[in-house]
């Protein structure tokens, strides 16, 4: 999708261990999500940040920190990846029109 | 806090018109949007409503009632392809919530 990257596409991690996922738009948009998406549900926001320097938490943030890096990177850290945490994780940078990263398909065994 | 709801499943023949309702209940409430998700995709733009009214692109509508909280995405001459889960999202506080999404099987 135009405009946001996310890495890593495909994560395996065991349980305890910690990740960092990266999220870059290059479209000057001042917010920055984080959602996951389970099978069969919509996406859950787990933090949001409005602009550069500030962070909220959203509907599901606990297991999960972020960091707005600057305008351009916002990225979310497993500091202890439990099972429950095996989701997708999509990045997006809203303005009217939402424009989503590909996703990272995080499996924790 | 922020809730929609959305029906689960709606089952539509190909040629056919297809209304997807959305209710919401939402604090500073900037606009109602919608999103196509095809499996193993990430969610894409379809429409946007920040007024009352219809808006129309293609054979995608999208119409809000602010006043009843209520929204509708209306899809005409169903194709194949546009079988996929379809969100409905408000904006507001600083926030983009969605719903639990709408899977439109479009059958032969």
């Known amino acids: 999708n135009a405009g946001v990257t996310q890495t890593p596409k495909f994560q395996v991690l065991k349980t305890g261990q910690s990740m960092t996922l990266q999220c870059a738009q290059d479209?000057?948009?001042?917010?920055m999500y984080w959602y996951r998406q389970d099978p069969g549900m919509g996406l859950r926001l787990i933090y949001y940040s409005a602009s550069e320097g500030t962070t909220d938490k959203g509907e599901v943030p606990n297991g999960y920190n972020v960091s707005r890096l600057n305008k351009r990177e916002f990225s979310l850290r497993l500091e202890s990846a439990a099972p429950s945490q095996t989701s997708v994780y999509f990045c997006?940078?809203?303005?009217?029109?939402?424009?989503f990263g590909q996703g990272t398909r995080l499996t924790v065994v | 806090g922020q809730s929609l709801e959305q029906p689960s499943e709606v089952t539509a023949v190909e040629g056919a018109i297809v209304q997807i309702n959305c209710t919401y209940q939402?604090?500073?409430?900037?606009?109602l949007s919608w999103y196509q998700q095809h499996d193993g995709g990430a969610p894409t733009f379809l429409s946007y409503?920040?007024?009352?009214g219809l808006e129309e692109t293609g054979r995608f509508s999208s119409f809000l009632s602010r006043s009843d909280s209520y929204g509708y995405l209306l899809l005409q001459e169903l194709q194949m392809k546009d079988s996929a889960s379809y969100f409905c999202?408000?904006?507001?506080?600083?926030?983009?919530?969605f719903g639990q999404g709408t899977e439109l099987s479009v059958k032969p």
């Open positions: 409503n920040g007024l009352d």
């Open positions: 939402t604090s500073g409430f900037y606009g």
């Open positions: 999202a408000v904006g507001g506080g600083g926030k983009l919530i």
């Open positions: 479209m000057n948009h001042n917010s």
């Open positions: 997006a940078s809203p303005g009217t029109e939402a424009f």
